[in-house]
């Protein structure tokens, strides 16, 4: 059931999922893919660092199972970078879904060439540190949505937002019903004049 329901989710934009949740759990706006065409859904394994420190990521890597989301939160600092392609590539060949960084990464256009989903704050050419400190798999902040392990991640060209994971079924039939309501208004008015102004009418009427 879990593997049907995120593939459902997959297909849902961010922006119904959002409105879904009143857009209470949407990450910073910052925060974006690296290709507009990149899109992700799956399970977060969460990473606590210290600003540009990577070894706790490289742990993470290691309790993820395939298809799962890292998310770092890195305190949103960009002065040093917290995974560079050899790191994103290794992630690709575990199978992981996706990585979303509230922080920087490096080799932009080698991790482009990769095709993985990198969702992120900025970029840097500045290598990590490698003090070690960090904390896998609790809950974090990143982008100021909160995160836990197991909450679902939905990301694609307009941003990044959290599923807890106890709403899950709820909050996928609220963006179904979204995007219904979305098509059947879209339908109602495309290409015909008349429509569009009794729309606007009853707009501004409100």
Request: hydrophobic share 45%.
């Given at each position: 059931m879990s593997e049907e329901l995120i593939a459902r989710y997959a297909s849902v934009p961010t922006t119904a999922v959002s409105d879904a949740t009143g857009g209470l759990n949407n990450m910073d706006s910052m925060i974006k893919p690296l290709r507009e065409e990149y899109r992700i859904a799956g399970r977060a394994v969460t990473v606590k660092l210290p600003g540009g420190?990577?070894?706790?990521?490289?742990?993470?890597?290691?309790?993820?199972?395939?298809?799962?989301?890292?998310?770092?939160?890195?305190?949103?600092?960009?002065?040093?970078?917290?995974?560079?392609?050899?790191?994103?590539?290794?992630?690709?060949?575990?199978?992981?879904?996706?990585?979303v960084v509230d922080g920087a990464i490096r080799d932009v256009r080698d991790i482009k060439a990769l095709g993985f989903p990198v969702f992120v704050r900025g970029t840097t050419v500045?290598?990590?540190?490698?003090?070690?400190?960090?904390e896998v798999n609790v809950?974090?902040?990143?982008?100021?949505?909160?995160?836990?392990?197991?909450?679902?991640?939905?990301?694609?060209?307009?941003?990044?937002?959290?599923?807890?994971?106890?709403?899950?079924?709820?909050?996928?039939?609220g963006a179904l019903a979204k995007l219904e309501k979305d098509d059947a208004r879209e339908r109602e008015v495309a290409g015909d004049i008349e429509a569009v102004r009794r729309y606007l009418d009853q707009a501004a009427s409100k």
């Open positions: 420190d990577n070894p706790a990521m490289l742990k993470a890597m290691r309790t993820a199972s395939p298809g799962d989301v890292l998310v770092v939160d890195a305190k949103g600092d960009l002065a040093k970078a917290v995974a560079g392609d050899f790191v994103v590539g290794m992630m690709q060949t575990l199978g992981l879904a996706g990585l500045a290598a990590s540190s490698k003090t070690g400190a960090g809950q974090i902040s990143c982008g100021g949505a909160a995160v836990r392990p197991g909450d679902l991640i939905i990301g694609d060209a307009d941003g990044v937002t959290v599923v807890p994971r106890e709403q899950e079924q709820e909050i996928l039939q």
